[in-house]
């Protein structure tokens, strides 16, 4: 259990070393320096606690089986020489039986000194197994087919979703269907199931009851890579890694050209800026995109999902992180692109949304509303609420 604790207490420390590193700038901006030295003080406190009483284990353990030895080497060297005075045994045979001896210990004091590293080691592996024998929340059927090339036509039937068996559902008896081109709006209050219906159609999680139908199909009985393979994914937080701009945007298509990534950079309006860095298209951008403003790290992941040339999208707040410029010229490049798409838009700000072909308005995990912008604002319902709330006259 110590070797346990000291792994436990060293996943700590390293989960608090990346927590500070990525939340740098947040810990300066509150000037709390201080108080995250006393909390990285505890934590390693608790670790050179851990420590200290593995050594406590290990420096009772080592003199045990050094004594045994010892031990064993007086025992034999003592009945050997009565013996030999005894003249049973010879000089030279004692000799030689206690040489054999040493010969025998020392191959057991080297392996008493590997049994810590040996601890430590099956200590790892314990937690490496546990997370091994996770089981996946989402699996793929072994006689899963591949998805033919979609048209577009999704359908929602009787969907009902909980997180973790919680047992209250964030999606409740929902019935949506989705026709090829359309361009349908999410939108509702913060945790009405907005984003958890676009994870649903990516698979993301499985309902716990009823099902998802791309083209007819239900996703439960097509491969996962068939399924996204066909979707582009642009989300609220913006994952990029720690490499070039042309390695970003031509992530997830293998053999992608350079003339493909200009052109989805060029339909961003990605091309500009990066056309202003020292390297171009070679630039590192660091960690987590680190290097980059949050406009251009949102330009980059929208350019990323439209070299895919998917044919469905899902755009989870997509131009959140935009100026009021570069969302005009994005609304844009998106309203031509999305021609004879299907795409899933989930939206805070209705101005995103006005010219979506259908916007669904959730409460709670259920659908309350639906139809066009002018239609909804026409029957004076939630959706209106919430336009009025954000363009008061």
Request: net charge negative; aromatic share 6%; hydrophobic share 40%.
């Amino acid at each position: 259990m110590k070797y346990r604790e000291l792994q436990l207490q060293g996943a700590a420390i390293n989960n608090h070393l990346q927590e500070t590193l990525s939340n740098i700038k947040l810990i300066k901006s509150s000037a709390n320096e201080e108080g995250e030295i006393d909390r990285f003080s505890q934590i390693n406190q608790k670790n050179m606690q851990a420590n200290l009483r593995t050594v406590q284990l290990w420096s009772a353990f080592a003199p045990v089986i050094d004594f045994m030895n010892n031990l064993g080497h007086i025992i034999i060297l003592a009945y050997g020489s009565w013996e030999v005075i005894q003249s049973k045994m010879s000089i030279g045979e004692l000799t030689a039986f206690l040489a054999y001896l040493n010969q025998i210990n020392q191959p057991t004091k080297r392996f008493s000194k590997i049994i810590n590293v040996l601890q430590k080691g099956a200590t790892a592996l314990e937690r490496v197994f546990e997370t091994l024998d996770t089981k996946p929340e989402v699996a793929e059927k072994e006689d899963a087919i591949i998805l033919p090339e979609i048209k577009g036509h999704i359908q929602f039937e009787n969907v009902d979703f909980a997180y973790n068996n919680s047992g209250k559902n964030v999606i409740n008896d929902l019935n949506l269907e989705i026709q090829p081109g359309m361009t349908v709006a999410l939108v509702g209050a913060s945790g009405a199931g907005k984003t958890t219906i676009a994870n649903l159609a990516a698979r993301f999680y499985d309902p716990i009851q009823g099902k998802i139908l791309f083209d007819a199909h239900d996703v439960r009985d097509v491969t996962l890579k068939s399924l996204r393979g066909q979707m582009g994914i642009v989300s609220q937080e913006t994952l990029l890694l720690n490499a070039s701009i042309k390695e970003n945007i031509g992530y997830g298509k293998p053999g992608v050209t350079d003339v493909e990534i200009e052109v989805a950079a060029k339909i961003a309006h990605a091309h500009e800026f990066i056309m202003e860095l020292p390297d171009g298209y070679d630039t590192i951008i660091g960690d987590r995109g680190m290097k980059l403003s949050g406009g251009q790290r949102q330009r980059l992941a929208i350019a990323r999902a439209l070299i895919k040339n998917p044919s469905f999208l899902i755009l989870d707040e997509a131009t959140s992180s935009l100026d009021t410029e570069s969302e005009y010229l994005i609304q844009q490049a998106l309203q031509k692109l999305l021609q004879n798409r299907t795409c899933l838009v989930i939206a805070h700000r209705l101005s995103t949304i006005q010219n979506a072909d259908m916007i669904v308005v959730l409460e709670q995990g259920k659908i309350i509303e639906t139809g066009t912008h002018s239609e909804l604002i026409a029957i004076s319902g939630r959706y209106a609420y919430l336009h009025s709330m954000q363009f008061p006259q």
